[in-house]
């Protein structure tokens, strides 16, 4: 598999600004999987979300067993409409200072006009509507206790349109313009965000929709890694971009000219704003 350089990282100081609990949409394998371990290795209690019951009892039970955290596990359906919301409220009774939105991985080859329009609406609903929906309650709660994190788990697919990737594609496109407009409006409030541009990663997602293609996985990055990556990134980047695809010796210089736009924005916003409100 690829590796990825990780940066320096204070897992103490993370925990204690991010913790006492966090929630992680989409978690009962691949990356939601590998960040509730680095959570837990963190002493952060967790809620597992997923269509699964079994499979976050066991990796819940065997987080706690090993590293002495709480967990609650969450069934849920995220393409279901108000999904995100009943997240929320679900968890109205603990102290959730992070909130991973990890769902939302969709295999290539699908035909936009193939395949019947409520796939791609499920789709949308669980890439745009509960993100939105589950980022806004967090958000607002992170904003009353002073302090808060929120990763969003996008793909390199949103950073252009993909064929037979129609609504993954755009759909990605709305969570990272969702993240680096939102990474500005919380300028200065300790709430903080990031997306990830995730690459191609040797999950149990990966392997089911290429079994039997003949893939070479050596050219997979490991879950393990881009999630490290996510959680050294949040409170220091909008945007992080893992080197993917035809054209990824360009991508530090695409995330650095996405990042430059972005504040040039925020700047003349703040100004137009003053300037009405005066």
């Not at 320096?8 to 966090?22: L, M, T």
């Not at 609406?121 to 980022?135: C, D, G, K, P």
């Not at 929709?209 to 881009?226: K, N, Q, R």
């Not at 210089?253 to 005066?278: F, H, M, P, S």
């Amino acid at each position: 598999m690829r590796k990825i350089d990780l940066p320096s990282f204070d897992r103490a100081a993370f925990a204690e600004k991010y913790g006492p609990w966090a929630i992680i949409a989409g978690a009962s394998e691949g990356t939601g999987a590998c960040y509730a371990e680095q959570l837990a290795a963190m002493g952060i209690h967790l809620v597992l979300v997923s269509r699964r019951q079994e499979a976050l009892d066991t990796l819940g039970q065997r987080l706690a067993t090993e590293h002495g955290i709480e967990y609650r596990a969450i069934v849920a359906d995220l393409t279901e409409k108000g999904a995100g919301t009943r997240l929320v409220e679900a968890t109205a009774d603990l102290d959730i200072g992070l909130y991973i939105s990890n769902a939302g991985a969709d295999g290539a080859g699908n035909s936009f006009l193939g395949a019947p329009v409520d796939r791609s609406l499920r789709l949308l609903t669980m890439n745009a509507a509960n993100v939105l929906e589950a980022t806004h309650g967090f958000g607002n709660r992170f904003l009353k206790r002073g302090k808060g994190g929120i990763v969003v788990m996008s793909s390199g697919a949103g950073l252009g349109g993909q064929p037979w990737l129609v609504m993954y594609s755009a759909t990605k496109a709305f969570e990272l313009n969702f993240v680096e407009s939102l990474w500005a409006e919380l300028d200065g409030q300790n709430v903080d965000i990031v997306g990830i541009a995730a690459p191609i990663m040797d999950t149990p997602t990966l392997r089911r929709a290429t079994e039997g293609l003949g893939m070479d996985y050596s050219m997979a990055y490991d879950p393990a890694d881009v999630c490290a990556l996510a959680l050294a990134s949040l409170g220091k980047e909008p945007l992080v971009i893992v080197p993917d695809g035809p054209d990824e010796e360009k991508i530090p210089q695409i995330q650095a000219d996405r990042k430059t736009r972005l504040v040039a924005l925020a700047e003349w916003g703040k100004a137009y704003t003053a300037a009405a409100n005066g």
